[in-house]
């Protein structure tokens, strides 16, 4: 379990303060602890491809926002 003082320190740092930490959390993690799925591996593997291929082919997060308030009711 997660100690309670920690939490209320990063309660206290600013949004992108925030983002920083869960970054150096993130970094601090090995290839092996994060679990993924066959599949889910297989999906990466053809998207990362793509990319390769295809580098200019990509959204700005703004379309992306404005692609997905339209497909919401």
């Known amino acids: 379990m997660i100690d309670a003082t920690l939490i209320s320190k990063v309660k206290e740092l600013t949004p992108a303060e925030r983002l920083e930490f869960i970054e150096a959390v993130w970094q601090t993690m090995a290839e092996e602890d994060v679990p993924i799925t066959a599949a889910e ?3 990466l ?6 990319a390769d291929i295809n580098p200019g082919d990509e959204s700005s997060w ?3 926002r404005e692609r997905l308030k ?3 009711p």
């Open 41 to 43: 591996r297989s999906l």
């Open 45 to 50: 593997d053809t998207r990362i491809a793509d």
């Open 62 to 64: 703004s379309d992306v």
């Open 70 to 72: 339209r497909q919401l």
